[in-house]
């Protein structure tokens, strides 16, 4: 059993950062490619980032790219997400998750442990 724990979200307004953080349990973190997703209301869960098990590969939605940066610390078994220039329509519960497949990262049915999210709300 794999227990992920997000922190770091809250409310900020528009032109803000934050910073997550994903803790997870167990003594395999650094074999499994990691990712970030996001639910708005009344909206389907959408990819936002992933990261292979090394941190070596790196992908993004268009929509966040070039102001989310994920990242990993392997030895703290911790997942990152810093946001930066966070606008309205980045407001959303954010979770991480675990891919047990490694490959097509940006389907979040490849994932099999996921967080309880995280809420980020982004005020205009």
């Known amino acids: 059993q794999v227990l992920l724990v997000e922190s770091g979200g809250g409310l900020v307004q528009a032109g803000g950062s934050l910073r997550l953080s994903c803790a997870a349990s167990?003594?395999?973190?650094?074999?499994?490619?990691m990712g970030w997703f996001r639910q708005a209301p009344g909206k389907e869960r959408e990819f936002v980032a992933a990261?292979?098990?090394?941190?070596?590969?790196?992908y993004y939605a268009d929509s966040v790219k070039g102001r989310f940066t994920i990242s990993r610390d392997n030895a703290k078994n911790t997942l990152y997400l810093q946001m930066a220039n966070l606008k309205p329509e980045d407001t959303a519960l954010y979770y991480c998750?675990?891919?047990?497949?490694?490959?097509?990262?940006?389907?979040?049915?490849?994932?099999?442990?996921w967080g309880q999210g995280t809420q980020v709300t982004v005020s205009s």
């Open positions: 998750a675990r891919s047990a497949i490694g490959r097509a990262l940006r389907f979040s049915q490849n994932y099999d442990y």
């Open positions: 167990g003594r395999t973190f650094s074999t499994y490619p």
């Open positions: 990261i292979s098990g090394s941190g070596g590969s790196i």
